[in-house]
């Protein structure tokens, strides 16, 4: 990892400007100023597809290593497994459209 770069996209990047690395589904996303707080950097964790482009329009994002102790504090939970497999079951299936199917732009 290159502190360097880093820095360079922190100063140059547009904001929410998205940079990817080379592990698949983790990206460097450019947070912009907020009230007092300058312009940061932040990881977004984004499912990607056989592209490597992010399946979601917004991924979860990880402003700092407390804040990743937290969530890996979270994902340790046993009862989060089963209460997401509870929900996949109630949840209605999602509506996909087939590849090579043609949809209107509206």
Do not use: C, H
């Amino acid at each position: 990892m290159s502190e360097d770069k880093l820095s360079s996209f922190l100063k140059t990047g547009s904001d929410w400007a998205r940079m990817k690395t080379t592990v698949p589904g983790l990206f460097i996303l450019k947070l912009p100023a907020y009230k007092n707080n300058p312009s940061r950097l932040a990881v977004e964790l984004n499912p990607v597809d056989e592209s490597g482009s992010p399946t979601k329009k917004r991924g979860l994002v990880i402003r700092s290593s407390k804040e990743l102790e937290e969530y890996n504090k979270l994902f340790q939970y046993d009862k989060l497994s089963s209460l997401l497999k509870i929900i996949d079951k109630i949840n209605p299936a999602p509506k996909r459209t087939k590849s090579g199917e043609e949809v209107l732009e509206i």
